[in-house]
């Protein structure tokens, strides 16, 4: 694991037996799955991010390739040293090279290590990312809050950051059987000074969702939480929706002048 360092003191971490220790010695042990800890001030880690119920849900839906076009999207544009940003249960990480993923919810990390055993998991913060500066060639960050500094950070000279957002009609029929008013979604690039905006790509399909999965991704929108139950009881009455999922992927370089 030789991009990742120490989150007490920055150092390079280096495997010494079942652990990755640094040379002020600080000292992390793998989990029988594979992965490492290395978030701070909360050693188990359960309490923090996802619910093991929501992981396990969010990666049961996954797994029947409901976002499959976005999954091969993504899996062209990976190339060299590449980091999963925020990475849930790493369903997007299909990639024969050398790939890191990381996530606030040991859940989730948990079931990425089980599922692609490959590649090098840890649950980290995304405020702090325990990764070397310039050492990413390929980043992707789905759905996550944006944090440019840390994301230009690790990222190479002339590295890149794939970042992607809900389109416009992204899950349109559920919000239209759910709201009075549905709104459709801005498709707002995330902004940033120290990453120049290369590309807009869109990308959509069509898929059939039974009522049982209806629920299950509509829990995983940011506007779960903002809607009524007497709103989204009205998933009791559907049987099965054709439904469009929609990506926007934005595409950011970080330029040889751009000093991080």
Known sequence: MSILICPVCNEKLNKTGNSLKCTNHHSFDFSKEGYVNLLLGSKNGDKTGDSKDSARARHTLLAKEYYSCLKHYLKEKMQGTVLDICCGEGYYDDYEGELYGFDISKEMIRLASKSKKDNHYFVANLSSIPVESESVDTALH????FNEKEFSRVLKKDGTLYCV????????????????????????????????????????????????????????????????????????????????????????????????
């Open 142 to 145: 789905l759905f996550a809050p």
């Open 165 to 260: 957002v809900g389109g416009e009609n992204h899950l349109w029929e559920m919000k239209k059987l759910i709201y009075d008013t549905p709104y459709k979604n801005d498709e707002q690039p995330p902004k940033t000074e120290n990453l120049k905006l290369i590309s807009k790509t869109k990308i959509s399909d069509r898929v059939k969702i039974p009522q049982e999965d209806l629920k299950t991704l509509f829990s995983m929108t940011p506007y779960f939480y903002r809607t009524s139950e007497k709103d989204k009881a009205k998933l009791n009455d559907v049987g099965e929706l054709l439904l469009t999922v929609e990506f926007v992927i934005f595409e950011y370089k970080k330029e040889d002048n751009n000093n991080g």
